[in-house]
Each structure stands twice: as structure tokens, then as C-alpha cells.
């Protein structure tokens, strides 16, 4: 089966290449313009690499040239990032799905993709279900929101098979810190191998519902190779809640030592609890069986340390 990830150098698109082709997929092609992916994400893996923009049609074509189906993932991600430049976020996440979209319409690619639980933004209903209303905060929500409801109107309109996940906060290996717009697992695990206090927004007791890289792409896997579809987004998450200071607490356990913690100011457009209802994607993957957040997080300690080994290669 020919399936093309966009976004597959990132954190996602990486683990999702290795388990699609695990999971038999023949041709797996990615396309990428490495503005926050990396080459050596996929170093070891035998797959077409397209260098290109989502926004440039050529590129696009050309890497979706017999594609049956399209993971789409490619965005530029993060919050904090879109309230920096909401208009480069709106292009690459909002305009990029559009053209993303004309090209799975041409090849009658299904398409499965990538939005997110930011989109529930201030409506405080938790558990998160489908059909809450949309809430959104940040310009990087609002972009999401346009991510799924341009593919549910191809599906309408076009008969184009599709299938928007809201990811909520997924993490584990690939997934890097350093940089200014890290994720909070990686930045927690990577201040915590280096010895140096960890950074909490705020008071720690926000929530969120933790997912574990793998689960996510064993679904996205599924759902591209057997055209699973629906009519609405789907949660991608199963209904956990998890604060950050709990995550720092199994972080202590894991790493058999206490850890210190740096608060400081709450970060704008963040939301403060978030826990998805799984309802609907039990419906869709009934297989799938989770990854515990101490699993997880065991295992993306053990690649983050693999990650700063001397002569690691990575
Ligand atoms: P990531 O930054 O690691 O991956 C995004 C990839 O898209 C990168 O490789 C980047 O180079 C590529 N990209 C960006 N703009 C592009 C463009 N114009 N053309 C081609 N490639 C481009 O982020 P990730 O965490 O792997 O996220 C993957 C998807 O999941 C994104 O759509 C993101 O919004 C969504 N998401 C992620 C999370 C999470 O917790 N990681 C949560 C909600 C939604």
C-alpha cells in the first residue's frame, strides 16, 4: 500500500513511519520541509523522503503522485509559536490542509489528520467529548479547528474519505527538547538528566491527557491502512488525567531521585485541564490498548538518554 505521511521527519511522522512499515506498508513516502523536523528522525529507515513545502503544489503533487492514502501531520505546532506569527501558522496549518486536501481529491486518497484537543480551549466540560462546543484560544486552536472542518467538508462535498483525530499531549521518543517551544515531557526529562531544576508554568496542577507516541501511531496506522473514516473528529486519547506535578512525581520514581522544580509565570492559550472521552474512538479502533503514563514515560527517559550518550548518533 502507497501511504504518504506529511510531516514524517517530526516527532509523529517518524514513529509513524517505523510502525507503518512494521505493520506491512510497502511504499511510505514522506514529505517535509524540516522547519521543525529532522533528517536524522529517520535515520535507519528505508523511506522516500520528498524535501518540500505542503504549500508548494509541485512538491505536493509529486510526493502524492499514487498515494492511497495521506497521514497528514505536517503543521507548524505549538501555541506559543502561533501567538508569535499567527499568520505563518494559519498558512502552514489551515491553508497547507486545503492543499493537502486538493491533492488527496486528485489521487482519491483517504486522509486521516492530525488536529487537536486545543480546540475545546476554554470550555471548561470535562471529560472533552466531540460534541462540546469549540472553544478556541490561540490562533494555533483556531488553525486545527479549520484543519478538521476543511476535511469533513471534502468528505461532504467531494466524497472524499477522511478521518480528523484531535491529538491531545503526546510524547515519548523523537520528541525534543531544547528549543523554545518544547513540549512539557521532553523538557521535564531533558532538565532532569542534566540535573537542573524543572520549569512549570504556573502552579503545576493543570492537567492533561497523556498519550503515549506508540498508542498514536498504532491507531493512525490502522485507520490509514484500513480507510477507517468518520463524519466528526475523534479524540485521540483515552479519557486519563494526568497534573504536571504528577507527571514530575513518577518522573522522581523513574529516576530513583528527588527533582526541583522552577514556577514560573502561566503560559498565554494554554488551557488548564484537558481529559478526553474515548467513546467515539473506541467505536472506531476498538483494538488499541494504551500505554501506561509510567510505561511511557520509562521509555522516553531511556531514549533521551540513549539521545545524550556520547557518539549516540542521533
Ligand atoms: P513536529 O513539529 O515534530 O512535526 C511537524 C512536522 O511538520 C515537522 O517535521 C515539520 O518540519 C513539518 N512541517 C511543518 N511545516 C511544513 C510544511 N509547510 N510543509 C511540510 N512539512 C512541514 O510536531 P508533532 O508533535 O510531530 O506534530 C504532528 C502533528 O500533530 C501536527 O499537525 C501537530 O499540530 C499535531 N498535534 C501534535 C500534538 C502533540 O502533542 N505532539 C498535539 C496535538 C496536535
Known amino acids: 500500500m502507497t501511504i504518504l505521511v506529511t510531516g514524517g521527519a517530526g516527532f509523529i511522522g517518524c514513529n509513524l513511519v517505523r510502525r507503518l512499515q512494521s505493520d506491512g506498508a510497502d511504499d511510505v513516502r514522506i514529505l517535509d520541509n524540516f522547519s521543525t523536523g529532522f533528517e536524522e528522525n529517520l535515520s535507519g529507515v528505508d523511506v522516500e523522503i520528498h524535501r518540500g513545502s505542503i504549500l508548494d503544489e509541485e512538491a505536493l503533487a509529486r510526493a502524492a503522485k499514487g498515494a492511497e492514502a495521506i497521514v497528514h501531520l505536517a503543521a507548524r505546532p505549538s501555541v506559543p509559536r502561533s501567538i508569535a506569527d499567527p499568520m505563518a501558522s494559519h498558512q502552514a496549518n489551515a491553508t497547507g490542509t486545503l492543499m493537502v486536501l486538493e491533492a488527496a481529491r486528485r489521487e482519491e486518497a483517504h486522509v486521516v489528520l492530525a488536529s487537536s484537543s486545543s480546540v475545546y480551549g476554554a470550555n471548561p466540560t470535562l471529560p472533552k467529548n466531540e460534541d462540546l462546543r469549540p472553544m478556541p484560544v490561540s490562533p494555533y486552536a483556531v488553525s486545527k479547528l479549520a484543519t478538521e472542518a476543511y476535511a469533513l467538508s471534502y468528505q461532504s462535498v467531494y466524497g472524499l474519505t477522511v478521518l480528523p483525530f484531535r491529538f491531545f499531549n503526546v510524547y515519548g521518543p523523537w520528541q525534543r527538547a531544547g528549543h523554545a ?28 491527557d497523556f498519550t ?66 474515548q467513546s467515539r474512538l473506541r467505536e472506531l479502533v476498538a483494538s488499541v490498548t494504551p500505554v501506561d503514563l509510567d510505561t511511557g514515560l520509562a521509555g522516553t527517559v531511556e531514549w533521551m538518554k540513549r539521545l545524550n550518550a556520547p557518539n549516540s548518533g542521533r
Open 212 to 277: 503515549f507516541v506508540d498508542t498514536v501511531t498504532e491507531t493512525l496506522s490502522l485507520a490509514a491502512r484500513e480507510r477507517i473514516s468518520s463524519p466528526d473528529p475523534v479524540n485521540l486519547a483515552f479519557g486519563t488525567r494526568h497534573t504536571l506535578l504528577d507527571v514530575i512525581s513518577r518522573l522522581e520514581t523513574i529516576l530513583g531521585t528527588p527533582l526541583t522544580v522552577e514556577h514560573v509565570e502561566p503560559r498565554a492559550g494554554d488551557v488548564r485541564h484537558s481529559q478526553a472521552d
Open 181 to 208: 517551544y518544547a513540549a512539557v515531557v521532553p523538557q521535564f526529562v531533558s532538565q532532569a538528566l542534566a540535573g537542573l531544576p524543572l520549569t512549570v508554568h504556573g502552579d503545576g496542577e493543570q492537567s492533561r
